[in-house]
Structures are given as structure tokens and as C-alpha cells.
């Protein structure tokens, strides 16, 4: 992990709601619902990767 982040008391419960939500929709299942979090972020670090890598010049 590259960096950490300090949440406060509020963001944190914000978080803890987000989270409860997410586990509901996979039916209370946190295993599937963590595992189907580490795929939606490798997809949106995927697409992060591709836009922040130098463009190469139409030839």
C-alpha cells in the first residue's frame, strides 16, 4: 500500500454506510461482496493506467 489515509469521524461512518450497503446487495455476504470490490477497483485502476500513460503520437 502506497498510501494510508486518516479518516475522521464523520467520512468514517459515511464509509461504515457505504460499506453496509454493498455487503446487503450481495446478500449479506462479505467474502463475495470484498471480492467483487478488488475486481471493480482493478477496473477502475485499469482505466486510470490507461489515461495517465503518455499517449504515443498517429503516425
Excluded at 502506497?2 to 446487503?24: C, G, H, M, P, Y
Aim: charged share 30%.
Amino acid at each position: 500500500m502506497d498510501n494510508i489515509l486518516t479518516l475522521d469521524s464523520r467520512q468514517e461512518a459515511a464509509l461504515q454506510a457505504v460499506a453496509d450497503k454493498f455487503v446487503a446487495v450481495h446478500k449479506g455476504d462479505v467474502m463475495k461482496a470484498l471480492k467483487e470490490m478488488i475486481v471493480l477497483n482493478g477496473r477502475l485502476q485499469d482505466q486510470l493506467d490507461a489515461r495517465s500513460a503518455p499517449r504515443r503520437a498517429a503516425r
